[in-house]
C-alpha cells in the first residue's frame, strides 16, 4: 500500500529523534520501518499505523492495546519497547527489531521433522508462559507472529489483540465478532471470551498441526458458523494427514486442540515439558486415532454444545500458578535416607491440594558430564530408575502426572537449578542438610546451593526428630551437629 | 506541549467521612508514592469522628494548591438533607455541633465541580452535580463523562473503585481495577474514574482506598492502605455516635 505523499513517516524522515530507514513490511494495517535513533544497544523498528487520528475502528483498538501492553511486559520472548508517538499526532511505536525468520516462512521453506516442531513448539510454550505468569494473553498466535531467532529461542509480536488481565479491555467492549486468526482462534474465543489463557495453548495446537501435517485443523473458516464447528467438532487426527507423525505428538497436538480448556494443557509449562520430553509423554486414545469421532458423538457434542458460553474470572497468572510443576529430588545412591519417607510425605501434602500439577522426580547420581539418561542403555541408569519409581509409587500417582528423571552429573545442585528451570518448575522439594556426617555430607551442599540459586520456590524437608534417631546405627553419628552446619538446624 | 498538570502526580482522595486515621495514612502513602499534588473529591464530613481536623487538614493543602470540591454530606452540615439516612443524619448533626464556624465556611465556600485542563473533578455526577446521583451504570457513567467535557472525569460518591472507559460510538464500559497496577490511560479517550472511599470503603475490606493520577505519563494507578481502623472506630464509638457506624468501618462494609 502506498503510503500518502504528505505523511511524515517516509524513508529518510525524522522523528521525535529516530531516523526512518528502510521500510520492511507494508500492509492494509500498517507499515514497519527500520530505524536508526538513541543508543538502545539493539536494532530498532518502528511500526506506523494506518487510521486517520479520531478514528475509533479496528486498527487503531489494535495499535493501542500493544502500547498498552507491550510496555508493560518483561519477557525475553517479545520485542522490547522503546517509544510510542501521541496518537492523536503521530502514532506509531518503536521497539526492538528482532533478527531472524518468521515460522510463517520457515514453513514455506519446507516441512519440518518431529523433533524440529518439538523444538519450535516447546520455544512457543516457554514464550506464551512467560507471558502467562504476566497477566496476559497473547490471542493471536499464528506462524507470522512467531519469529525463530538464530539462538533457537522464539519472540512473539503483535500484540494488538492480546489481553492484559489488570488493564481495560478495550477490545472485549467492542462486541465486534470474535478478533483473532480464524484458522487458530480457540472456541471460547469464538465466543468472545478473552482472558483464557489456555486459548493461547489452544492456538500453539493448531500451530503445531500446521507445522505437522501443512493443513490447518478446521481449514479456513469464512463463516460464523464455521468458526463455531471448533466448539464440538474434534479435527481429524495428524497421522491422517501425515503417516510420520509420531504417536506422542499427535497426543500433544490433539490435547492443545480439546474443544473444553478444562481438557487441555493447564498450563504452557506442561506443554513446554511434554514436547522437550516426548518418551514421557502420557498416550491417550488421542495418539492412536485415526479417524475423527464417530458420527453419532460428534452430533451428541453438537447438540451439547448449542448453548456453550465461556466462563473464566480468575486472573492468567493465577490460574498457570494453580497448575503447578513440582519437583522432588531424591537421592537414590542413599536408599535408607531417613528423609526419604519425609520427603514423600509433604509431596502427597502437596499435591493434595486440588489443582492440576505435574510431579517431576530426579535423581543426580554422581558422574557424568551433565547429561540426562533417557534410554535404558545402562544398567546402572536403570537401577536407579526402578529406585526412583518405587520411591514415589506409595503416592499412585497417573502416568500423566508424573514423570522421572535420572541424571548423571558432577554437579548435583546445579544440575537441579538449571533441570528446575528449563523445565518452569514452580516448587522444588529436597531433604535438607543433615547433621554433619560424612556419608551424607554431599547434600548438605546440594540443598543449601539449590535454596540460594534457584529460581523457583524450594521446599526443604527434615526427617521427624524420632525417625533420624531411628536411622541412625552407630554411635559416631550421633553425635551432636557440628557448629559449622547451622543450616542444619531444625526449626525452632 | 503547553501544559500545566503535566510533570506532576496527583492524589485523588474521596469520602474521607471525618475519618483521620484513614486520610493521614493515604497522605502519608500518596506522599511516598511521588504525590506532587492533592484532589479532594468530596464528602469530607459525615460518619466519622474527626470532622474539624479532617477539615483542618485539606484547609492546608488547598491554601497549597489542592483542589477541593463539595460532597452532599459536606452540604448537609451547612443545610438539612433529605437525602440521607437517620444514621447519617444522626453523625451529621452531631459533627455541625462539632464543627468550628471557619470550617463550616470552608466547607460552604467548596464548589460543585471544579474543571482544570484534561480533568473534571465532581463528587457525584458531572451531568448535574447537585443531584448528587450515583454513577453505578456505563450510562450513568456516559453521562458524567458527557457533561464534563474532558477526557478525565474523577469522582466520589460510590465508595467502591471502578474506572469507567469510553469507547467507539461515546458508549462506555466498565473495568474495576487491580490495586496497585498503573493503568494506561491514553488522553485520547473519554475515562471515568471512581476513586474509592478513604474513609469508609463498602467492600468488605476496611483498608482506605484512593488513587494516583500521573498526567505525563497517561497512568492512574488504584492504591488501598492499610490504616489504625480500629482507632477510628473506636473514636466513633467513645463519641457516642451509632455504633454501626463504627462497625461499618471495622468491617469495611
Not at chain 1, 465478532?177 to 487458530?184: I, M, R
Not at chain 1, 531433604?431 to 556426617?437: H, K, V, Y
Not at chain 2, 450515583?134 to 469522582?155: G, H, I, L, M
Request: net charge neutral; glycine share 6%; hydrophobic share 40%.
Amino acid at each position: 500500500m502506498a503510503r500518502k505523499p504528505d505523511s511524515p513517516f517516509q524513508s529518510g524522515a525524522e522523528i521525535d529523534g529516530f531516523r526512518i530507514g528502510e521500510r520492511v513490511h507494508g500492509g492494509t494495517m500498517g507499515d514497519i520501518f527500520r530505524v536508526t535513533g538513541p543508543d538502545t544497544g539493539f536494532p530498532l523498528a518502528m511500526k506506523v499505523p494506518h487510521f486517520a487520528p479520531g478514528d475509533s475502528d479496528e486498527g487503531l483498538i489494535n495499535f493501542e492495546t500493544e502500547a498498552n501492553i507491550l510496555p508493560a511486559l518483561s519477557s525475553p520472548y517479545v520485542p522490547r519497547f522503546v517509544a510510542a508517538g501521541d496518537l492523536s499526532r503521530a502514532p506509531y511505536m518503536v521497539t526492538e527489531w528482532i533478527e531472524g525468520e518468521s515460522l510463517q516462512r520457515r514453513l514455506a521453506r519446507g516441512p519440518l521433522d518431529p523433533d524440529e516442531i518439538a523444538r519450535i513448539g516447546a520455544a512457543a510454550a516457554d514464550a506464551l508462559h512467560n507471558l502467562h505468569l504476566q497477566d496476559t494473553v497473547h490471542l493471536d498466535l499464528k506462524p507470522e507472529n512467531v519469529i525463530l531467532r538464530p539462538d533457537g529461542r522464539i519472540a512473539l509480536i503483535d500484540f494488538g489483540l492480546a489481553h492484559h488481565a489488570r488493564f481495560p479491555d478495550l477490545l472485549a467492549e467492542e462486541q465486534r465478532l470474535a478478533a483473532g486468526s480464524a484458522p487458530y482462534i480457540s472456541p471460547e474465543q469464538v465466543l468472545g471470551e478473552r482472558s483464557d489463557p489456555r486459548s493461547d495453548l489452544f492456538a500453539l495446537g493448531a500451530v503445531l498441526y500446521e507445522l505437522s501435517t501443512g493443513k490447518l485443523p478446521y481449514g479456513i473458516p469464512r463463516t460464523r458458523a464455521g468458526l463455531r464447528d471448533r466448539i464440538w467438532l474434534d479435527p481429524i487426527p495428524p497421522v491422517a494427514h501425515a503417516p510420520g507423525v509420531p504417536p506422542w505428538l499427535q497426543e500433544v497436538i490433539l490435547r492443545c486442540l480439546e474443544p473444553q480448556p478444562e481438557d487441555r494443557y493447564q498450563s504452557a509449562a506442561h506443554i513446554a515439558y511434554d514436547l522437550r520430553h516426548p518418551e514421557n509423554v502420557q498416550l491417550t486414545s488421542r495418539a492412536t486415532r485415526r479417524y475423527q469421532s464417530p458420527f453419532a458423538s460428534r452430533l451428541r457434542r453438537w447438540w451439547n454444545a448449542r448453548h456453550v458460553r465461556p466462563l473464566t474470572r480468575t486472573l492468567p497468572a493465577a490460574q498457570v500458578s494453580a497448575a503447578r510443576v513440582v519437583l522432588a529430588a531424591i537421592d537414590t545412591t542413599n536408599l535408607d535416607d531417613e528423609r526419604h519417607p519425609a520427603v514423600l510425605r509433604v509431596v502427597a501434602r502437596i499435591l493434595s491440594i486440588p489443582a492440576e500439577y505435574r510431579l517431576i522426580c530426579v535423581s543426580v547420581i554422581a558422574g557424568g558430564p551433565g547429561a540426562e539418561r533417557t534410554s535404558g542403555d545402562s544398567s546402572h541408569y536403570l537401577e536407579h530408575l526402578v529406585r526412583l519409581r518405587n520411591w514415589v509409587e506409595p503416592l499412585r500417582l497417573p502416568p500423566s502426572r508424573l514423570s522421572l528423571h535420572v541424571i548423571e552429573a558432577a554437579n548435583p545442585a546445579d544440575t537441579l537449578v538449571e533441570f528446575a528451570r528449563r523445565n518452569h518448575v514452580d516448587l522444588m522439594v529436597l531433604g535438607a542438610p543433615p547433621p554433619a556426617r560424612t556419608r551424607v555430607a554431599w547434600w548438605r551442599s546440594v540443598a543449601s546451593t539449590v535454596a540460594a540459586n534457584a529460581d523457583c520456590s524450594v521446599h526443604l524437608v527434615r526427617a521427624p526428630a524420632a525417625a533420624a534417631r531411628g536411622a541412625v546405627t552407630s554411635p559416631a553419628s550421633a553425635a551432636p551437629e557440628s557448629p559449622d552446619s547451622p543450616a542444619s538446624r531444625r526449626p525452632a | 506541549m503547553n501544559c500545566t498538570i503535566c510533570g506532576m502526580v496527583l492524589a485523588l482522595l474521596s469520602d474521607v467521612h471525618a475519618n483521620l486515621e484513614a486520610l493521614n495514612a493515604c497522605l502519608r502513602h500518596a506522599r511516598e508514592a511521588g504525590a506532587t499534588r492533592y484532589a479532594f473529591l468530596g464528602d469530607l464530613a459525615g460518619y466519622g469522628a474527626d470532622p474539624e481536623a479532617v477539615v483542618a487538614t485539606v484547609r492546608r493543602y488547598v491554601e497549597e494548591g489542592a483542589v477541593a470540591v463539595q460532597g452532599n454530606h459536606d452540604q448537609a452540615i451547612l443545610q438539612a438533607s433529605g437525602y440521607l439516612n437517620d444514621m447519617a443524619r444522626d453523625a451529621i448533626e452531631w459533627q455541625r455541633a462539632q464543627l468550628s464556624a471557619g470550617a463550616k465556611a470552608f466547607l460552604a465556600g467548596l464548589p460543585l465541580c471544579v474543571r482544570e485542563e484534561s480533568i473534571c473533578f465532581v463528587h457525584a455526577s458531572a451531568a448535574v452535580p447537585e443531584h448528587w446521583d450515583y454513577v453505578d451504570s456505563p450510562a450513568e457513567a456516559q453521562r458524567s463523562a458527557a457533561a464534563a467535557q474532558t477526557p478525565y472525569t474523577f469522582s466520589g460518591h460510590v465508595h467502591v473503585q471502578e474506572l469507567y472507559f469510553g469507547g467507539a460510538s461515546g458508549r462506555m464500559s466498565l473495568f474495576r481495577p487491580v490495586r496497585g497496577t498503573a493503568v494506561p490511560v491514553p488522553r485520547h479517550r473519554r475515562w471515568l474514574a471512581l476513586v474509592g472511599s478513604v474513609g469508609q470503603p463498602r467492600d468488605g475490606n476496611p483498608a482506605a482506598a484512593y488513587a494516583l493520577f500521573d498526567p505525563a505519563a497517561a497512568k492512574l494507578t488504584f492504591h488501598r492502605v492499610p490504616y489504625d481502623h480500629r482507632a477510628a472506630a473506636d473514636k466513633i464509638r467513645r463519641a457516642g455516635l451509632p455504633p454501626a457506624l463504627a462497625y461499618r468501618v471495622e468491617q469495611g462494609i
